[in-house]
């Protein structure tokens, strides 16, 4: 907590009084500022600087972070990978936490855009379920220690739908015109469409990646807009019917409106993993390793999950959750539902194909 002590002396006054009123004004003084000592010494003596996905932390965390390690959490968001990997790249930029998916942390470790990360200082890492780590984007974890996990998938309104929905083609069925939701993002939407046409969503063939953007420049005038945090409310809102998203939003679109079902299309989809890096040029090495730590015990983990809604790749937090939560099989699919799923991969130079292709999507009349 901060204090702003003001003292006044008014000379006038002062002159005034006696020698036992000086003695206490005297001691009053010292009281002071011994206080004012004593505020100064509780002041953060470090900052650390966190850049993370808009609204996927318990904002509660931090500060119980901030105090017992009398530091300062300085806090920004960004929207999406590319994002976070454009500013990052850039350089000068003071970040000692980052918290990127599996293609981007791919990317940034071959990019040198990564510290590498001290396992021993992470004492929680024990919790990590095994099924999570030493994944094929960064072998060994020697750059990211898990944080989240969850799939993509289609949630529609059932209030406003009378059919089973379990395929991507749904997404461009004339007779929900102006009711659909895009996320604006390159890499999931694109995704979407190779998946719909039986395409792997690591495609590197043109011809593969040509017939994705025709596919969503053909479903253009069907989508209602192409949204980022606020499909959330508008799904809520029943302002739009159907959308694809991630399965921890769809967790908490269904505890706020309970005609929402979300399902993961037959067709596949994609598994995804964000986990915490130590971005390269990072001031703060040292409290970045014991943020991570702390972000890894199973009582801060169930905090973050049950405020987010996403999956937990902790096994000690999954076994404090409601059992409604980890029951959810939105939240915590059968190993069944994720036979078919794809984890997306670092592209390398070609993801040059996907930026023209995005841009000439998005740029289409």
């Not at 005609?259 to 130590?278: C, H």
């Amino acid at each position: 907590m901060k204090l702003n002590w003001t003292v006044n002396a008014n000379g006038k006054e002062k002159s005034r009084i006696g020698a036992r009123g000086t003695l206490k004004v005297f001691g009053l003084l010292m009281v002071v500022l011994l206080l004012m000592s004593g505020c100064a010494a509780s002041e953060p003596a470090e900052k650390l600087y966190v850049y993370n996905w808009g609204d996927y932390i318990d904002e509660n965390v931090l500060d119980e972070f901030e105090t017992e390690f009398n530091v300062e959490v300085i806090y920004d968001t960004y929207a999406t990978n590319e994002d976070l990997y454009v500013k990052l790249k850039q350089g000068g930029t003071p970040y000692d936490i980052a918290i990127p998916s599996d293609y981007m942390i791919e990317k940034m470790i071959r990019e040198d855009l990564v510290e590498p990360i001290d396992l021993a200082q992470i004492s929680n890492f024990a919790a990590i379920d095994d099924r999570f780590k030493d994944l094929d984007f960064d072998p060994g974890n020697k750059f990211s220690v898990p944080y989240m996990w969850g799939t993509v998938g289609i949630i529609y309104n059932t209030a406003m739908i009378d059919e089973e929905i379990d395929s991507w083609n749904a997404l461009w069925d004339p007779k929900y015109e102006k009711q659909i939701l895009m996320l604006d993002s390159q890499r999931d939407s694109i995704a979407v469409a190779l998946k719909k046409l039986g395409y792997s969503i690591n495609t590197k063939s043109l011809e593969e990646l040509e017939a994705a953007k025709a596919a969503l420049i053909e479903q253009k005038p069907l989508v209602l807009a192409y949204a980022g945090d606020n499909l959330k409310d508008m799904m809520i809102g029943g302002e739009a019917a159907i959308a694809f998203c991630w399965s921890g939003d769809a967790v908490y679109m269904i505890s706020e409106n309970e005609d929402l079902a979300y399902v993961i299309p037959k067709e596949g989809s994609n598994l995804w993993f964000d986990n915490i890096v130590i971005p390269k040029g990072a001031q703060n090495v040292e409290m970045a390793h014991k943020f991570i730590d702390f972000l890894s015990r199973p009582e801060i983990g169930q905090k973050n999950a049950e405020y987010i809604g996403y999956s937990t790749p902790n096994k000690e937090t999954l076994a404090l959750l409601d059992p409604e939560i980890s029951g959810d099989k939105t939240a915590y699919p059968d190993d069944a539902d994720l036979a078919n799923l794809e984890v997306l991969l670092d592209l390398g130079d070609f993801i040059e194909a996907y930026n023209r292709v995005w841009t000439e999507v998005k740029s289409a009349r």
